[in-house]
């Protein structure tokens, strides 16, 4: 089974509870395989990074193999420390390396919704493979507050 993060950002836990530690988060769009099921807690391995953990299901939404495999191929990355994600009824603020499925330049897809998205993007092919791109992404982070396992610049933007 497949998922993609579907909220700004999602706690990845050690363990399946909410007391568990914060061992990572998934960033909007991101993809996972599901490996295992405890009550409401999914067990995923991130397809980013490997990373594996736990994460709550109201924070995914579930994904075809197919959807899986076209997310895999075509998507963005958000290069602002701060974006807004426009559905037809709700905002969702993206954060700093979040992924946008199936990114046409101007929309992007998560399952049945569609959403827009006007701010600056990379695909992970077209990112340069220089020390200099790597120190002006690296940048962006200077004087983000630390928090064990986060990947976002925002502590604020945490889900409660």
């Known amino acids: 089974m497949y998922a993609a993060c579907q909220v700004s950002i999602a706690p990845l836990r050690a363990q399946p509870s909410d007391k568990s530690e914060m061992v990572s988060q998934l960033l909007f769009g ?3 395989e ?3 099921v405890k009550d409401q807690w999914q067990q995923i391995v991130c397809a980013w990074d ?4 736990w994460v709550d299901q109201k924070q995914l939404k579930q994904l075809t193999p197919s959807e899986y495999e076209a997310y895999q191929e075509h ?3 958000n290069l602002s ?3 807004g994600l426009m559905a037809a009824d709700h905002f969702i603020p993206l954060t700093l ?3 946008l499925p199936g990114y046409d330049g101007l929309r992007c897809q998560l399952g049945d919704q ?3 998205f006007s701010g600056p993007v990379i695909t992970p092919n077209q990112a340069p493979q220089t020390g200099d791109w790597v ?8 004087h983000a507050p630390y928090l064990w396992g986060g990947r976002s610049p925002s502590v604020s933007m945490l889900p409660a």
Do not use: D, H, N, W
Not at 50 to 53: H, L, T
Not at 135 to 142: D, G, M, N, P, Q
């Open 75 to 77: 998507s963005a990355l």
């Open 30 to 32: 991101e993809t996972v």
């Open 135 to 142: 120190i002006k992404i690296a940048r962006r982070y200077l």
């Open 81 to 83: 420390l701060v974006e």
């Open 34 to 36: 599901i490996t295992g």
């Open 50 to 53: 490997g990373f594996s953990g």
């Open 97 to 99: 390396g979040a992924a």
């Open 114 to 116: 569609s959403f827009q």
